[in-house]
């Protein structure tokens, strides 16, 4: 294809496996395709954004970092989709926990993504667009947690938000209301490509904080959190 490598991604076309993960930190990615894919690839580093592909248990799967934000992963998961024939991304990162429901380590898989970004603008849509997860991926997600058993999750909405040091402290009161189960940074415009490519995408996430409780998590505990989430992944890819 003539548009490999993009602007973003030196990997050549079939480097990557048809289901990418997709954490945050590209040293999360590191450690993914270290801890957990045998003979693991480096297919990417521009930018430092680290990208794998390997296998776990026969299955080829690839890993790699989507930056901060909503244009960090509008990017990334757009050469993805549209560039690299990748079928699915999986989100896996954190978010703060707005219903006080949910503790810190908790798992919640994104079934719909609010958002304060204007990133559906481009679309030109007479309306407004509710992005949600691939069902199919939701479903396998729940079943794979079902299976495990001791992890708690809940099913529902996330909010993507532009702004992690939001300015107007009503924010987490006002989308709480709404039954808005956490906060984070990228759900949907990952959402949003998906649609836009007929692709699948689907959000995991696990809780580091909650802004209604003020709980924390420990590094050590965001760790083996952290581990669970790839597991399920890892589980459905
Ligand atoms: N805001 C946005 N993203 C996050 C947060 C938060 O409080 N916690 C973890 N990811």
Known sequence: MSHIPTPHIEAKAGDFAKTVLMPGDPLRSKHIAETFLEDAVLVNNVRGVNGYTGTWKGKRVSVMASGMGMPAIGIYSYELFHFYDVENIIRIGTAGAMSQELKIRDIVLGMGACTDSDYAK??????????????????????????????????????????????????????????????????????????????????????SDNLVTGEKTTSAERQSSFSDMVRIALEIA
Not at 127 to 148: D, H, M, Q, R, W
Not at 159 to 173: M, P
């Open 122 to 207: 481009q679309f030109q849509l007479p309306g407004t667009f509710a992005p949600i997860a691939s069902y199919e991926l939701l479903e396998k997600a729940v079943n794979a947690l079902k299976a495990k058993g001791n992890v708690n999750y809940k099913v529902g909405n996330l909010y993507s938000s532009d702004v992690f040091y939001n300015d107007n402290a009503r924010t987490t009161e006002l989308w709480q209301k709404m039954g808005v189960l956490a906060v984070e940074m990228e759900a949907a415009a990952l959402y949003m490509n998906a649609a836009r490519c007929g692709k699948n995408a689907l959000a995991i996430c696990t809780v």
